[in-house]
């Protein structure tokens, strides 16, 4: 069986922008500003529309169309949609992406500051027990060496079969908390191709992130089958 990815924790955070925009026609252009502290704004050029530009994400820049001047906005949606082997989902605009073929399965991980989002794509269905001893196995080999489970919060899809199961894992002073959810493709056995997994990393009396439970809501209301 492909071993799912695990060591997302380790890697370095890296910001891509939202290939999705709004344009807005707005009044009067205000003074784009960067207090010291405060993290630089996004910036992004402009081509296609007259001379090419760099302007600043969110603040109305002049545009000329046809002889007449206005005022445009460029702002980042919020989320984003992913559409994978199964199934489609919204996740956060400012999420890092990877995407990784290797092994024989395709692994989505999308990173947040609290939060990991894990889609893995099996070239085969995989009995979701098997899938989900042996990512409780592997975590556990990094953590306490045991293994808590837990059923997941529930996800109904209307066209989906889903199987959740939620796993906690020591890890000295922190846990691992993974909920893992199948998409089945067969319902007799609960064997899937494509499993999503939320994993956060906390100390052990830690609530629940916002990031997660957010993530659980925006999941819910937006996963469909695939397109």
């Known amino acids: 069986m492909h071993q799912p990815v695990l060591q997302w924790w380790a890697r370095p955070l890296r910001f891509s922008l939202a290939l999705g925009i709004l344009i807005t026609i707005g009044g009067a252009l205000p ?3 960067n207090p010291q502290n405060n993290e630089p704004p996004l910036t992004v050029r402009v081509k296609g529309l007259g001379a090419e ?3 600043t994400m969110g603040a109305p820049f002049e545009l000329k ?9 460029l702002e980042l949606l919020p989320t984003r949609r992913l559409c994978v082997p199964d199934a489609c989902f919204e996740y956060p605009s400012q999420f890092t992406f990877e995407f990784d073929p290797s092994g024989g399965s395709n692994t989505w991980t999308l990173s947040g500051n609290d939060l990991t989002v894990i889609v893995q794509s099996n070239p085969v269905s995989i ?4 899938f989900a001893q042996s990512l409780a196995d592997s975590l556990a080999e990094i953590g306490d060496g045991t293994v808590e489970w837990k059923q997941a919060p529930p996800l109904s899809v209307s066209g989906l079969n889903i199987e959740g199961r939620r796993m906690i ?3 000295g002073e922190m846990e ?6 199948a998409l089945l493709t067969r319902k007799k056995g609960k064997q899937a191709k494509t499993f999503i997994m939320l994993q956060e990393v906390c100390d052990h009396d830690e609530e629940t992130s ?3 439970l957010d993530c659980l809501e925006l999941l819910v209301e937006s996963l469909t ?3």
């Open 31 to 33: 003074r784009a500003t």
């Open 53 to 55: 530009r760099t302007v």
């Open 65 to 73: 169309l046809d002889g007449k001047t206005h005022l445009v906005t």
């Open 127 to 130: 009995p979701f027990n098997e």
């Open 169 to 171: 894992i020591p890890w």
């Open 176 to 181: 691992f908390r993974n909920n893992v959810y």
């Open 210 to 212: 916002q990031e997660m």
């Open 225 to 227: 089958p695939g397109d």
